[in-house]
């Protein structure tokens, strides 16, 4: 007999039932979003990864110029902007030391900019293997200055060789402006030094000197541009090289009126000199080198010092690639022939005096210092071994 409730239509009251939706078609809101967040960083990351490989410079000659040229505008826009600073400031805005604080921390940061990149690696001695043969005569080794291997017999042992660099190639002398095995020249006459002592090769000469030339001709453009209200101002819109407004000097250097050529050309050469002997010093670890990290902040302390000794008479270029780019840029840019022509034309003393003042306070610290700590190998006969002659040819 069924029961009341049943007679009524309604049954036993049941627990309701939940129907656990499989994993595949639900999902909560907050995990839908995370899981589309993700997706979309992933998509970024990835898009992201391939945009750098394409921009990687895969050349290591590329990749030294493009160093060059960054370390190269960061000197130059310090430098610059302070000479622009005092000039167009008629001394109210800084003094001859606030030039040459400028040029010391562009030098400073430059380094630290392009030091890691910019490199040429330097072996002091070459090594050398050999394979014993027969007889007792003694080979010759000739040393070469390019990587080469090669055999000089005289009817006994054969004797190998394998060298990297050249007899001029010492750990201080390759590591000009720089720490460690990398560096940044920032200075065409350091690079044309290099290449003469066969511490980098010619064939990177070019690059170097553009990177050089277009970071410095670039940082011209941008003081130009930064000052350009103030240079209209100072001058009436008449850009000059000399006279009371003269402003040419703000992007290169000119003699003082009393400096004749050839006392000019022997301030910059001098200048130059003391520049490569002090880098070298700073960088010659066999001697007494500085702390490794400290390379770039003491070369920039030696720029200051030659800039406070050595700057009046022409106003311390000591660097092709700190003079000639600006000098082309303010020619373009309205200042017009003169700026070659000014001074006796004396455009051709910041290219030439440093050049040769660089390749000659190299030498002078070689004769001075480097050859005589160089390390003497021992002769064969202490070792009961055949002795050795070796040539610097």
């Known amino acids: 007999m069924p029961s009341e409730g049943e007679a009524d239509g309604c049954g036993p009251e049941r627990a309701p039932t939940f129907v656990q939706p499989h994993p595949s078609t639900f999902s909560p809101p907050s995990c839908l979003a995370r899981s589309s967040c993700d997706r979309r960083l992933e998509a970024e990351r990835r898009m992201l990864e391939k945009i750098q490989k394409m921009l990687v410079v895969r050349s290591p000659t590329v990749r030294e110029l493009l160093a060059e040229a960054l370390g190269m505008y960061i000197l130059m826009v310090f430098g610059l902007s302070t000479v622009a600073q005092v000039v167009l400031g008629r001394g109210e805005f800084g003094q001859y030391l606030s030039i040459n604080l400028g040029f010391g921390i562009g030098v400073t940061l430059g380094i630290h900019a392009a030091g890691g990149i910019s490199a040429q690696r330097c072996t002091e001695l070459p090594s050398i293997k050999t394979k014993l043969g027969t007889g007792n005569q003694v080979p010759r080794v000739v040393w070469r200055k390019r990587l080469q291997r090669r055999t000089v017999e005289k009817g006994g042992p054969r004797?190998?060789?394998?060298?990297?660099?050249?007899?001029?190639?010492?750990?201080?002398?390759?590591?000009?402006?720089?720490?460690?095995?990398?560096?940044?020249?920032?200075?065409?006459?350091?690079?044309?030094?290099?290449?003469?002592?066969?511490?980098?090769?010619?064939?990177?000469?070019?690059?170097?000197?553009?990177?050089?030339?277009?970071?410095?001709?670039l940082a011209a453009a941008t003081v130009f541009g930064t000052y350009y209200d103030t240079l209209y101002d100072y001058t009436k819109g008449n850009f000059t090289v000399t006279g009371p407004t003269a402003t040419a000097s703000i992007f290169s250097t000119y003699p003082h009126p009393c400096t004749s050529l050839l006392g000019g050309f022997f301030a910059e050469f001098m200048a130059t000199v003391m520049l490569l002997l002090g880098i070298l010093v700073i960088h010659d670890e066999k001697n007494n080198g500085a702390l490794k990290g400290t390379q770039a902040l003491l070369t920039g302390i030696l720029v200051l010092g030659i800039g406070l000794g050595m700057g009046m008479n022409t106003g311390y270029a000591i660097n092709p690639s700190r003079d000639l780019p600006p000098r082309i840029f303010t020619a373009i840019a309205g200042w017009g022939v003169d700026v070659f022509t000014a001074g006796n034309y004396w455009w051709w003393i910041p290219v030439t005096a440093p050049t040769?003042?660089?390749?000659?306070?190299?030498?002078?610290?070689?004769?001075?210092?480097?050859?005589?700590?160089q390390s003497v190998p021992e002769s064969g006969n202490e070792k009961g071994q055949p002795a050795i002659e070796t040539s610097t040819l």
Do not use: E, M
């Open 356 to 373: 040769l003042g660089s390749l000659v306070g190299s030498l002078i610290y070689k004769l001075v210092i480097d050859f005589h700590n």
């Open 159 to 217: 004797l190998a060789t394998r060298g990297i660099g050249s007899r001029w190639c010492t750990r201080g002398s390759a590591q000009v402006l720089a720490g460690g095995t990398a560096g940044a020249h920032l200075n065409a006459a350091i690079t044309i030094t290099h290449c003469i002592l066969g511490n980098l090769p010619w064939r990177k000469l070019p690059a170097y000197l553009l990177g050089q030339f277009l970071g410095s001709f």
